[in-house]
């Protein structure tokens, strides 16, 4: 079956489950920027389990699909290549940051970078050339990409690399933008589960250059 009868296939799907008056409500929670058949994550998801069971068997990653999909308006399409990308994200490599990247400068708000920071994450903790990728996503003109880079060692614990934890959130101090402040503020309150020390000594040294919901979150757990 080739990419165009798979994504038609789970078009029509959609098209099948579509409720308008969920979807002008989720339309409406994005602030009107995405288009949406309205249908649940639960109920979502369950229209294409069997087609990620498959391809996680297979282990390869059906570019041109996902591509497809990605362009599609409606956004349960993007959610569909994440939750796919997430399924198989053992069997991508550094290699396929490009591609990962070209997603996360597309079509972009909270939704979409959140869930695939969790697939960046994957990369990241098989790769440790992604350190470097991740400093100069810690450093890039696009916010988003620096939200990635901030968070991408969520959930580490033990295996966290505070010096690379440092140095992206060092360069991420004195922005003005609530998504920034925000991840930073998390990764900081995150990592102060494992080892709260660091992070207080983190907020001392640095306090008076970090935006007040940064510190504000960083310092629930300590």
């Not at 799907?13 to 409406?28: G, H, I, T």
Request: aromatic content about 12%.
């Amino acid at each position: 079956m080739d990419k165009t009868d798979i994504y038609l296939e789970l078009k029509t799907a959609f098209e099948r489950a579509a409720d308008p008056e969920k979807a002008a409500a989720m339309a409406a929670y994005m602030r009107s920027r995405f288009i949406f058949y309205g249908i649940p994550t639960p109920e979502r998801k369950a229209l294409y389990k069997d087609l990620l069971k498959d391809r996680r068997k297979t282990k390869r990653v059906d570019w041109p699909l996902l591509d497809r999909c990605w362009e599609d308006e409606h956004r349960e399409f993007q959610y569909f290549v994440i939750d796919y990308l997430y399924e198989l994200r053992k069997s991508l490599s550094f290699e396929d940051m490009p591609r990962l990247e070209t997603y996360a400068r597309t079509r972009q708000w909270w939704d979409s970078i959140d869930l695939l920071n969790r697939v960046v994450e994957a990369v990241a903790l098989a790769d440790r050339r992604m350190d470097g990728l991740m400093l100069d996503w810690s450093r890039d003109g696009d916010f988003w990409l620096r939200r990635i880079a901030i968070d991408h060692q969520l959930g580490r614990r033990e295996r966290t690399d505070t010096r690379l934890l440092e140095e992206i959130v060092l360069n991420n101090l004195g922005s003005d933008e609530f998504f920034i402040n925000k991840s930073i503020g998390w990764a900081l309150r995150d990592y102060a589960k494992t080892d709260p020390k660091w992070v207080r000594d983190f907020l001392t040294r640095h306090m008076d250059e970090m935006d007040k919901l940064s510190v504000r979150e960083a310092g629930k757990y300590i």
